[in-house]
Nanobody, 122 residues
Framework: QVQLVESGGGLVQAGGSLRLSCAAS????????MSWFRQAPGKEREFVASISGSGGRTSYADYVKGRFTIPRDNAKNTLSLQMNSLKPEDTAVYYC???????????????WGQGTQVTVSS
């Protein structure tokens, strides 16, 4: 089992930045590819970004490419999502997930956090 706990969400103005964190516990963190997803009200959960277990590969959805980065610290069992140049359309609950790299289907992930709300005001 892997337990994931997100933090760092909040309210920010358009153009601002936020950094989300996902603390992992349980099994060896570096063994897991990790991803971030988000879900806006009334919409399906969508892929945001992925990073391989070693941190050597990253993948981003087109709508966040160039604005978001997905670093990880395997020594601290922590995944992050650095979000810059935020837009109102980035408003959503953000989830970290473990188990797959670059896969957009939510069914391919083994573990999920509870989510953290990000609200971007215009």
């Amino acid at each position: 089992q892997v337990q994931l706990v997100e933090s760092g969400g909040g309210l920010v103005q358009a153009g601002g930045s936020l950094r989300l964190s996902c603390a992992a516990s349980g099994r060896t963190f570096s063994n897991y590819d990790m991803s971030w997803f988000r879900q806006a009200p009334g919409k399906e959960r969508e892929f945001v970004a992925s990073i391989s277990g070693s941190g050597g590969r990253t993948s981003y959805a087109d709508y966040v490419k160039g604005r978001f980065t997905i670093p990880r610290d395997n020594a601290k069992n922590t995944l992050s999502l650095q979000m810059n140049s935020l837009k109102p359309e980035d408003t959503a609950v953000y989830y970290c997930a473990a188990g797959s790299y670059g896969v957009i289907s939510v069914w391919e992930y083994d573990y999920w956090g509870q989510g953290t709300q990000v609200t971007v005001s215009s």
